[in-house]
């Protein structure tokens, strides 16, 4: 069903030497059309969630719930990893008033994407990715860097380099999102960034952002 839905269907690199990939996952919005896509493609596609930065739990505890259910609905395997939060801080220690890109988001996808790395070194996987890149509000080209030099830290282990925004991947994300009814997140995740994004509404004469409230859904 789902490989009459998509014209353009997924190649794995030249390097792969079998079709087993895990995919970091921040979130089910941004992670929706990778899964459907690496499905319709016969990809063997593991889900691993570790996202220790998303603040508070309750926000963390609405995406990764999400996640698994959507995960749960197309048959894919999902490992749900710890919610260790004083990694994260010790991490950005110095970093709090760091912009949006800046040096702490590069700290908090190496963060991410070392126990990504670590988990599939242990567990055989040759190919990680993320579903961080989807997202126009990040910068692909730090990420894909936090990727590739995490990646070869570890022995036979590869980082997926895919522009998932081609293809209609950026707005199939939202069509997803909005079918689902997909938990609207207005903040990055972390607490730094919902700090941020407060103020800019409140200087906006907006309303602070209420965590579980907004839903994706259709016109």
């Not at 059309?33 to 690496?38: F, T």
């Not at 040759?126 to 989807?134: N, P």
């Amino acid at each position: 069903m789902l490989k009459q839905e998509y014209e353009y269907l997924l190649k794995l690199p030249d390097y792969a030497t079998d079709n087993r990939v895990l995919m970091h996952s921040c979130c089910a919005p941004c992670a929706g059309d990778l899964m459907e896509r690496m499905i319709a493609s016969n990809i063997d596609l593991t889900i691993f969630f570790y996202n220790p930065n998303i603040h508070p739990k309750k926000e963390y505890l609405i995406r990764k719930e999400e996640n698994i259910k959507f995960a749960e609905k197309l048959g894919i395997s999902f490992i749900d990893a710890d919610y260790d939060v004083q990694n994260w801080f010790s991490r950005a220690k110095g970093l709090e008033n760091e912009p949006e890109r800046g040096e702490r988001c590069t700290k908090c996808f190496d963060m991410r994407f070392e126990r990504t790395a670590l988990y599939a070194f242990e567990n055989n996987f040759k190919i990680i990715t993320s579903s961080l890149g989807i997202s126009r509000w990040k910068n692909m080209d730090q990420i894909n860097d936090c990727g590739l030099r995490v990646a070869k830290k570890y022995e036979g282990i590869n980082y997926w380099t895919y522009n998932w925004r081609k293809a209609g991947g950026a707005s199939r994300m939202y069509e997803i999102a909005k079918k689902e009814e997909f938990y609207k997140q207005e903040y990055c995740g972390c607490i730094y960034s919902l700090r941020d994004s407060n103020e800019w509404r409140r200087k906006n004469n907006r309303e602070e952002i209420e965590i579980g409230e907004e839903f994706y859904k259709f016109d």
